[in-house]
């Protein structure tokens, strides 16, 4: 931190308001960027892109405090909050995944709720138990189900590398799983 403040751009000479647009200029360049769209994780490792929760953000201040929180998650690599749209994007550590009822948890405990959690992943197409699921590690499949109108990939024996966009199901009897919206195969 001390290294980062003896560096950091200093107003030298004038401070004229006329010297006012460079030094907003060079401490706009001098500090880290937070965005979430840059170097999203590469489309060929196997794991959560982005989990994007969709709630009514009406109140700023504890939208803040939620993506305080949900930076806090583990495999988190940035948080978006997009209160005009209703979103919150949650960009996922490359080849890594998150833990959605975490997730989910955490936009409820911040006093949101949540209207429905959108991924994007990457994974390898297998079988479990005789329905389909993207395998995201070695450890952990999700299974999938197909949304109104989509259709899942048939699961015949394949080393295939899909990117899948769905919306994520927990229904009450705890079997989680992926409702397919769309998937394209990884080349």
């Keep these: 931190m001390e290294s980062a403040m003896r560096n950091r ?71 978006e909050v997009r209160p005009a749209d209703g979103r919150i ?21 911040a006093g949101f709720i949540p209207d429905g959690i959108r991924i994007i992943a990457v994974g390898r197409l297998t079988d479990v138990n005789g329905t389909p699921a993207l395998a995201l590690s070695p450890d952990f499949s999700l299974p999938l189900a197909a949304a109104d109108g989509a259709a899942v990939p048939a699961t015949e024996p394949s080393d295939r590398t899909l990117i899948m966009t769905g919306r994520w199901d927990a229904p009450p009897d705890g079997a989680e799983r992926l409702l397919v919206e769309s998937f394209e195969e990884v080349r």
């Design 89 to 109: 994007v949650v960009t996922v550590e490359p080849g890594h995944r998150l833990d959605l009822a975490a997730v989910r948890d955490t936009v409820r405990s």
């Design 9 to 79: 751009p200093r107003l030298v000479g004038s401070t004229s308001p006329s010297a006012l647009p460079f030094a907003l200029a060079a401490l706009l360049l001098w500090l880290p960027s937070t965005s979430t769209d840059a170097a999203p994780q590469s489309l060929h490792a196997p794991g959560m892109v982005t989990v994007t929760v969709e709630a009514e953000l009406s109140c700023p201040s504890c939208a803040l405090g939620l993506e305080r929180r949900l930076n806090r998650l583990d495999h988190v690599a940035g948080v």
